[in-house]
């Protein structure tokens, strides 16, 4: 029987569902090692049939998060609940969870069907079982003709895809997969299967692409949870602007406050935040950032519509990336981007280096950043 098939991303949001139970919590948890802190007093809710990213640095606490998750490490303080039940002292092999390494960690010495098959053989399922499930496994990945191959007779993603077949044949509640998605197929992951994902990744666009919510973390600690929209679109902090995509920030000075108008004074000249998300007061030192996908660029001689911000500057670069093309524009002393969609067909670009250019950005792209 073909697995259930997931809701569309958009209309899948039981986070945002008040009487929603998450099924897997994790609840002012704090891993150290020795006298280092890897994960700090961290609380995080992911509700079944999510994909969820974690995302960030090398070093941030997302992997030591997932294995307190998998029971490869027992937090220092805190508790890790699964379906309401703590998980505290659940050996591994005992906890309805299973983990992907990036490594895949098959046996070399055994066929594509026994890999799959060896949890299973372990647990001591009858024959009958563990033939049937590894058939539906391997059929689900896309393998069931390679069964008799061993691992060296594989490419690089049909190993990968052995990996998962061995993790999805267990029927975990939750799969946890640590950064190991390159050669997956992403809508058997995402539509098909209809399983609880949390990814380890510090891939940007791998967590964009994939993921239902994104936690991006710092320093051991969660610096913000959101749909890759709202991570992109309205970052909580200079930290996640900076992480997620390119941007422009500028630092400045609160100098007027009208309702959730906000102007701020920069070294470019004032900019107008005409949806600010917290509330500044005249005086406050805060930063104001905007993609460069919103920005016009035109020359300096050129007319802009009012209402926008409008920087004077000159182009130091072009970077050509076949649909886009993205200016780095010297202006007051900073380096900024406007990025510009390739549109109509051409092989000569309109600005070079050395042009004197303005750039605009209406009042409800740029983001007020207080952290």
Same mark, same amino acid.
């Given at each position: 029987?073909?697995?259930?098939?997931?809701?569309?991303?958009?209309?899948?949001?039981?986070?945002?569902?008040?009487?929603?139970?998450?099924?897997?919590?994790?609840?002012?948890?704090?891993? $150290?090692?020795?006298? +280092?802190?890897?994960?700090?007093?961290?609380?995080?809710?992911?509700?079944?049939?999510?994909?969820?990213?974690?995302?960030?640095?090398?070093?941030?606490?997302?992997?030591? *998060?997932?294995?307190?998750? =998998?029971?490869?490490?027992?937090?220092?303080?805190?508790?890790?609940?699964?379906?309401? !039940?703590?998980?505290?002292?659940?050996?591994?092999?005992?906890?309805?969870?299973?983990?992907?390494?990036?490594?895949?960690?098959?046996?070399?010495?055994?066929?594509?069907?026994?890999?799959?098959?060896?949890?299973? =053989?372990?647990?001591?399922?009858?024959?009958?079982? /563990? %033939?049937? $499930?590894?058939?539906?496994?391997? $059929?689900?990945?896309?393998?069931?003709? *390679?069964?008799?191959?061993?691992?060296?007779?594989?490419?690089?993603? !049909?190993?990968?895809?052995?990996?998962?077949?061995?993790?999805?044949?267990?029927?975990?509640?939750?799969?946890?997969?640590?950064?190991? *998605?390159?050669?997956?197929? $992403?809508?058997?992951? !995402?539509?098909?299967?209809?399983?609880?994902?949390? /990814? @380890?990744?510090?891939?940007?666009?791998?967590?964009?692409?994939?993921?239902?919510?994104?936690?991006?973390?710092?320093?051991?600690?969660?610096? !913000?949870?959101?749909?890759?929209?709202? /991570?992109?679109?309205?970052?909580?902090?200079?930290?996640?602007?900076?992480?997620?995509? +390119? /941007?422009?920030?500028?630092?400045?000075? @609160?100098?007027? &406050?009208?309702?959730?108008?906000?102007?701020?004074?920069?070294?470019?000249?004032?900019?107008? &935040?005409?949806?600010?998300?917290?509330?500044?007061?005249?005086?406050?030192?805060?930063?104001?950032?905007?993609?460069?996908?919103?920005?016009?660029?035109?020359?300096?001689?050129? =007319?802009?519509?009012?209402?926008?911000?409008?920087?004077?500057?000159?182009?130091?670069?072009?970077?050509?990336?076949?649909?886009?093309?993205?200016?780095?524009?010297?202006?007051?002393?900073?380096?900024?981007?406007?990025?510009? =969609?390739?549109?109509?067909?051409?092989?000569?670009?309109?600005? %070079?280096?050395?042009?004197?250019?303005?750039?605009?950005?209406?009042?409800?792209?740029?983001?007020?950043?207080?952290?």
């Amino acid at each position: 029987m073909e697995p259930p098939e997931r809701p569309a991303r958009g209309a899948f949001a039981p986070w945002d569902d008040p009487a929603a139970t998450p099924l897997v919590v994790f609840d002012g948890v704090t891993k $150290r090692f020795g006298a +280092e802190t890897a994960v700090a007093e961290l609380s995080l809710a992911v509700h079944a049939r999510e994909f969820f990213a974690l995302l960030g640095p090398s070093g941030c606490g997302k992997s030591t *998060l997932m294995r307190m998750l =998998a029971g490869f490490e027992t937090p220092s303080e805190g508790r890790v609940l699964l379906a309401g !039940q703590d998980l505290a002292g659940v050996p591994p092999h005992l906890r309805p969870v299973n983990m992907m390494f990036q490594s895949y960690a098959l046996f070399p010495h055994m066929s594509v069907e026994k890999n799959v098959a060896f949890g299973l =053989a372990m647990e001591g399922r009858p024959r009958d079982e /563990i %033939g049937a $499930r590894v058939g539906e496994a391997l $059929r689900m990945v896309k393998l069931d003709g *390679l069964a008799g191959r061993k691992p060296h007779q594989l490419s690089g993603g !049909q190993r990968q895809r052995v990996a998962l077949a061995r993790a999805l044949v267990k029927q975990p509640k939750v799969l946890l997969l640590d950064e190991p *998605l390159g050669a997956l197929d $992403r809508k058997l992951l !995402q539509e098909r299967l209809g399983l609880t994902f949390i /990814i @380890v990744t510090h891939d940007q666009d791998e967590a964009m692409t994939m993921a239902t919510r994104i936690a991006v973390m710092d320093k051991g600690r969660i610096a !913000q949870v959101g749909t890759p929209p709202v /991570i992109y679109e309205a970052p909580a902090s200079r930290y996640v602007a900076g992480f997620i995509g +390119e /941007i422009n920030l500028v630092e400045g000075m @609160v100098s007027a &406050v009208e309702g959730r108008r906000v102007t701020v004074a920069t070294a470019v000249g004032d900019l107008a &935040v005409s949806e600010a998300a917290e509330t500044v007061a005249v005086g406050q030192a805060v930063a104001v950032a905007w993609r460069p996908e919103k920005t016009r660029i035109v020359r300096a001689g050129e =007319a802009i519509s009012n209402g926008r911000a409008v920087i004077s500057g000159t182009v130091h670069d072009v970077g050509y990336l076949g649909g886009r093309t993205t200016y780095h524009v010297d202006a007051s002393g900073l380096r900024l981007k406007a990025a510009v =969609a390739n549109a109509a067909r051409s092989v000569e670009r309109p600005l %070079g280096a050395g042009d004197k250019v303005k750039l605009a950005v209406t009042p409800d792209a740029l983001i007020l950043l207080v952290r």
